[in-house]
């Protein structure tokens, strides 16, 4: 018997056959008008970007981590203050603050959904303000997964203390709450358009949404250097952040298909969850809200279930990923960060969590595989 033709984790190039027709065009408009800086498909990606989630502005920066940077740049985010940020998260989220001189509290996270606890920050919040060493500044909520966390008692405990909050929404553009879309749940959202995520680039990218217009006014400047009103006036310290204009265009051809891809990308999750939910732990689902289903995370009941599951499915020519083998602040870089407290579902769920494919152009065929490999490995 021969082996099975592997099927691919992520197929941006059954995506990019899908829109051809529309991209090439919109790519040799560029190469027409040469305005690669800030070029017009860059205002009308911000403007339909916008307008999908409902936000009164978007800035389009060069990546979701410097989207990050800017949101914090624009609060003075630096030495002495504390940012709340879970410690199950990509290490972007946890680098932003260390590069401005902040520091980042670890925050656990829900064992079933996988978002930020909210007990817990709050418990960490007291710890600070009790040891009286930092001034606690600012909450980073991610959406993890394509899910939203708990913005509803996020946002309540940051005004009753005083808190700026930023939404890591890198892996969410999309998804929604209340019947609403990520973008304005926060003071400031940033998302990503890494290739992998579910509105991926051709290369980096990424993106700032608010409804205050000083805070859109500042990330406009930071993008450019802390650039006035006029070229060569210099307000304040910023950096090279600007989105390309033929990202912009991809992103535009690629928003003509996206809500398509997010119900794809809903239908396969669903179809998981009820072939595989008797045999591993599937994603509990936060309550009143649609995922953007960035990754499909299943748990087995321990590492070695993990090690023999991911084997078997090696072996039929499935593959996986494990997001995240290591808790942020068990990561070298953060050790000396973070204030010694373990974090135990963290911790636990980093040795035993694994993403199955999930993506778009998975046929009918692919994901019965996947689920008929699964079922076969535990
Ligand atoms: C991908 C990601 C980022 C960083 O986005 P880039 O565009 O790669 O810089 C930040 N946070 C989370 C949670 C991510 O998944």
């Known amino acids: 018997m021969t082996a099975p033709k592997p099927i691919p984790f992520l197929d941006l190039k059954a995506q ?65 203050d504390a940012v709340f940020l879970p410690a199950f998260t990509y290490t972007a989220t ?12 670890f925050v656990d996270i829900d064992p079933l ?14 710890e600070v303000r009790a040891a009286g060493k930092l001034r606690p500044r600012a909450i980073i909520g991610v959406d993890l997964f394509g899910q939203p966390a708990d913005w509803d008692a996020i946002q309540a405990l940051a005004q009753r203390e005083g ?19 990520l973008g304005t749940q926060a003071d400031a959202t940033a998302t990503s358009f890494f290739p992998s995520k579910p509105l991926g680039g051709y ?41 390309d204009t033929l990202q912009a265009a991809v992103l535009l051809s690629k928003l003509t298909v996206f809500q398509e891809e997010l ?13 595989l939910g008797n045999a591993v732990g599937v994603p509990a689902l936060v309550p009143n809200s649609v995922s953007a289903w ?33 808790p942020l602040h068990h990561q070298p870089a953060y050790a000396a960060a973070h204030d010694g407290s373990s974090l135990p579902v963290s911790e636990d769920i980093s040795t035993r969590i694994m993403a199955l ?9 692919d994901v019965e595989r996947i689920c008929a490999a699964v079922l076969a490995s535990v």
């Not at 494919?357 to 065929?365: G, S």
């Open 16 to 80: 990019q056959a899908r829109i051809i027709a529309d991209l090439k065009p919109r790519i040799d408009a560029v190469l027409a008008h040469c305005m690669f800086i800030l070029g017009p498909e860059v205002a009308e990606l911000e403007r339909q970007l916008a307008a999908f989630v409902g936000a009164k502005h978007c800035v389009a920066v060069s990546s979701g981590t410097d989207a990050l940077q800017i949101a914090m740049m624009a609060e003075d985010i630096g030495r002495g």
């Open 94 to 105: 946890a680098e932003v603050p260390l590069v401005l001189g902040a520091t980042p509290v």
């Open 113 to 126: 959904t996988f978002q930020m606890d909210v007990d817990h920050l709050e418990r960490r919040i007291a």
């Open 163 to 181: 808190l700026f909050t930023l939404d890591d929404c890198a892996q969410a553009y999309g998804a929604s709450l209340h019947g609403k879309r």
């Open 203 to 243: 290369g980096d990218g990424g993106a700032l949404f608010t409804e205050s217009d000083e805070r859109a006014d500042l990330f406009r400047s930071l993008r450019t250097h802390g650039e006035g009103k006029t070229r060569y006036e210099v307000m304040r310290t910023g950096m090279n952040g600007r989105l």
């Open 263 to 275: 119900d794809a990308r809903a239908r396969i999750a669903a179809i998981y969850s009820a072939r």
């Open 294 to 326: 960035a990754i499909y995370a299943i748990l087995l009941p321990n590492g070695a279930a993990r090690d023999k599951m991911q084997a078997g499915l090696k072996e039929a020519g499935v593959p996986s990923a494990i997001y995240y083998p290591r």
């Open 357 to 365: 494919p999930l993506h778009p152009d998975l046929t009918d065929q």
